[in-house]
T-cell receptor, first 110, second 113 residues
Framework: QQPVQSPQAVILREGEDAVINCSSS?????VHWYRQKHGEAPVFLMI?????EQKGHEKISASFNEKKQQSSLYLTASQLSYSGTYFC???????????FGEGTQLTVNP | SQTIHQWPATLVQPVGSPLSLECTVEGTSNPNLYWYRQAAGRGLQLLFY??????ISSEVPQNLSASRPQDRQFILSSKKLLLSDSGFYLCAWSVGGATDTQYFGPGTRLTVL
């Protein structure tokens, strides 16, 4: 079942922070985060495994709350290069393929 | 290191014409391979996936088909294109195992007129 992402879209000024959420109705084994720039393919950012871990990539970090079946992506002091659509992908604990959310469009303006 | 190629990058085809999109992966053996379609401004729709040569699973019934004639080659085909087949087609690979982290190719933008 497809995870639900929120918000659908967010507009920031350079230097502002943002949070993107991803939630699933199923117990999860892992959550993946990808970023897709306009006209390009999605690029893998990071994976979070069950256990409530937190990870970081540049000034982008993420957390995974296994009990709530939720993950959040934190973008700190956003840069123009952060603009794009962010997708979460979830792997269920029962073992299956990655399923992607509908994406969150992030726009960072000067 | 692993590399994934797709071609063509862009394609404009008339309704009713056939389609063949090709994807190849270098630098890995026995990858899982995937075909996705993305409509403008939308998410990633999984069309087909393959865990080995000749093994294809279809996620969405439609007029598309997929084949895997070689370990690192994945082909998406259609005998007769529809207007609704327009979109951005992405091939992806993963190593399988503990997690299904997927890596995407550059994509093919298909416009059916």
């Amino acid at each position: 079942q497809q995870p639900v992402q929120s918000p659908q879209a967010v507009i920031l000024r350079e230097g502002e922070d943002a949070v993107i959420n991803c939630s699933s109705s199923k117990a999860l084994y892992s959550v993946h985060w990808y970023r897709q720039k306009h006209g390009e393919a999605p690029v893998f950012l990071m994976i979070l495994l069950k256990g409530g871990e937190q990870k970081g990539h540049e000034k982008i970090s993420a957390s995974f709350n296994e009990k709530k079946q939720q993950s959040s992506l934190y973008l700190t002091a956003s840069q123009l290069s952060y603009s794009g659509t962010y997708f979460c992908g979830t792997e269920p604990a029962s073992g299956s393929r990655l399923t992607f959310g509908e994406g969150t469009q992030l726009t960072v303006n000067p | 290191s692993q590399t994934i190629h797709q071609w063509p990058a862009t394609l404009v085809q008339p309704v009713g014409s056939p389609l063949s999109l090709e994807c190849t992966v270098e630098g890995t053996s026995n990858p899982n391979l995937y075909w996705y379609r993305q409509a403008a401004g939308r998410g990633l729709q999984l069309l087909f996936y393959s865990v080995g040569i000749g093994q294809i699973s279809s996620e969405v019934p439609q007029n598309l088909s997929a084949s895997r004639p070689q370990d690192r080659q994945f082909i998406l085909s259609s005998k007769k294109l529809l207007l609704s087949d327009s979109g951005f087609y992405l091939c992806a690979w993963s190593v399988g195992g503990a997690t299904d982290t997927q890596y995407f190719g550059p994509g093919t933008r298909l416009t059916v007129l």
